[in-house]
């Protein structure tokens, strides 16, 4: 699904790194070899003794019955979606030197699954040693958590319906994740970084607030520590890997920025990711794709400090912009030529877009009416999609407009990069479309659903992000900033059809075809939850077109659509959000979304006929050809 793109801008402090010394151990020469030896091996032990923290071994109850663990892992629950295998012409057809490079591309895609779940639970990887180590014993129950596990990629994960599904008795889902310490409460968080800020210490707390650190506990303070320091070991690898790629690969930008990215990796320097970034974002005719992701949807733990009136106040005047920490994420693949092209002819109408956009003369956009829109578009088929990218949490990463706006790369005249995902949008069961549209959709408005248009929309979705607002004015929004985003790249993508089919890019039946897709779309199986950016804002739209007379929901329980409205709503909801997003006030947002966020009867009716149709519950990403590629 498309992810948000927050618009703000802020040079935050740069985590320094610490050097420890080195000690040095001298023999004895008065001792034989084997009382020097010993002696070694005592003095290292004093040495690192205060370094070494023994854990006791985390024990772990299945949370989930046998039953239940058989019900979601059975075909009709758990739904794959298959990447590249190893005998896909599109790797067939890659020159040899980039095969070379797709194997070490592969191996870092799996180092960053490991990164992730750090990120994500810091009792994610102990639990995914104990269910491999009961499956081996031969546990079933084991096995099928362990398959759910792998799919989610953590012990907690969303599932379709919006059900928390936790593997482990006695865990929760954290605000923070493991971005801040387990036991570090919102309102005590707020209170230490008051107490931080009325000492002075600015400087501290603008690096616990900044998207690229972990925080710690320091004392009855907090500390942060900036992630390349944080996971040094598996980024020096990934660097390794990058660098080794870089030889072999047969296009010479790609390698400059394989060389760049890993530079960046190896030390904790934003300017070193802005200038990777920069460089990713100008790749448009590469073999190959790659792609170190990072997105902000995780983390409900940084935004709330705007909800603290006193501690926002503090973070104002001392000029420190929150930014929701960045959960990491890494996509391999290979660019389809075809695809591609298609994408590229959107790209003249940004500039027109742009000036479109609502109170355009009002705020600073990427894209400007008069110059390079600054965009590249790839469509890729995938060979690997993991961490947050690959995480099947109720969905997964159907494509990605990135950087996001907070990087420092669009500070320094970067452009943005959209990537699209092949195997991800692929209709893999065409059956069961065709009973959901029997079960929603008013049968006269079949004809005007394509697949395809999915894909026509996300492109319009993935742009639009790019248009609006570039400051930092909706920073302010707190925990509604990403469901505004997503409500405003879904309504940039409708509300500018009639422009583009004027000029050619979309027919007349193409753009009617993207609005009954929609219409159908935005219906869910269930109530979300507010963590639910996407999702969330989806119930919005549902309520605010029907509310317009653009959709509507008869008396058979069908979906039907009012095609001369669909347009207006869009652009009229357009202008709100912006108005929303321009005034940074937490309130608006708040009342905004409280206003459009309304489960009724309708939405209930029709979510129980998907539910009906369609049983599925989780997904997991398959990656035949990564695995084949990464053999030992």
Known sequence: MPNVNNDVK?????????????????NEETKDLSGAVMD????????????????????????????????????????????????????????????????????????????????????????????????????????????????QKGISGIDMESNMVTLAKGQKELPGKAFYPADLEKEEFHNILINMLENGEKEEVGKILNQRSIVERDGDKLKAVDYCDKFKEEFNQIADELEKASETSTNKDFNEYLKLQAKALRTADPMLDAVADKKWATLQDTPLEYTITREQ????????VVENPKLNKLLNEAGIVPQSKDSLGCRVGIVNKQGTDDLLKIKQFLPMLAEKMPHADKYKQTITGDGDAKQTMVDVDLVALTG??????????????????????????????????????????PEKLQKKLDAVLDPKFHKLYNDEADHWFTIGHENAHSLGPKDNCDAGLGKYRNIIEENKADMGALAFLDD??????????????????????????????????????SVMQANYFMKEGAIDVNDEGKITVNLEKMVPTAKKMLTEIVEVQMSGDMKKAED?????????????????????????????????????????
Not at 297 to 304: E, H, L, P, Q, V
Not at 511 to 534: E, R
Not at 607 to 624: F, I, M, W
């Open 297 to 304: 949807y995780a983390d409900r733990m940084t935004g709330s």
């Open 500 to 537: 583009l089919t004027e000029k050619g890019m979309y027919t007349k039946e193409q753009k009617d075809q993207i609005l009954v897709n929609f219409a159908t779309n935005t219906f869910l199986k269930s109530k979300p939850t507010m963590d639910q950016a996407h999702r969330v804002r």
């Open 10 to 26: 802020v040079k935050m402090p740069v985590q320094q790194q610490v050097s420890a010394k080195k000690e040095e151990l001298k």
């Open 388 to 429: 947050d990218g690959g995480a099947y949490r109720g969905g997964v990463t159907l494509a990605e407009n990135l950087p996001n706006g907070d990087k420092m790369s669009l500070q320094i005249g970067g452009g943005r990069r959209n990537v699209y995902h092949r195997q991800i949008r692929a209709t893999s069961q």
């Open 40 to 151: 070694k091996l005592s003095a290292a032990a004093n040495i690192n003794k205060a370094n070494v923290v023994t854990k006791p071994t985390e024990k772990f109850e299945l949370n989930l019955s046998t039953k239940e663990l058989e019900k979601r892992t059975n075909k009709d629950f758990l739904a794959p979606k298959v990447l590249l295998k190893p005998d896909s012409k599109e790797y067939a057809n890659l020159a040899e030197g980039d095969k070379q490079a797709l194997k070490h591309l592969a191996k870092t895609a799996k180092i960053m699954d490991t990164v992730y779940m750090k990120m994500d639970n810091e009792k994610n990887l102990q639990f995914k040693d104990y269910l491999e180590k009961e499956t081996a014993k031969g546990n079933k129950d084991a096995e099928m958590s362990l398959k759910i596990f792998n799919a």
């Open 592 to 632: 905004y979304v409280n206003r459009n966020f309304e489960w009724g009867e309708k939405n209930e009716t029709i979510a129980k006929k998907l539910r009906d149709v369609n049983k599925t519950l989780n997904g997991v990403v398959e990656s035949p050809l990564a695995d084949e590629l990464t053999k030992d």
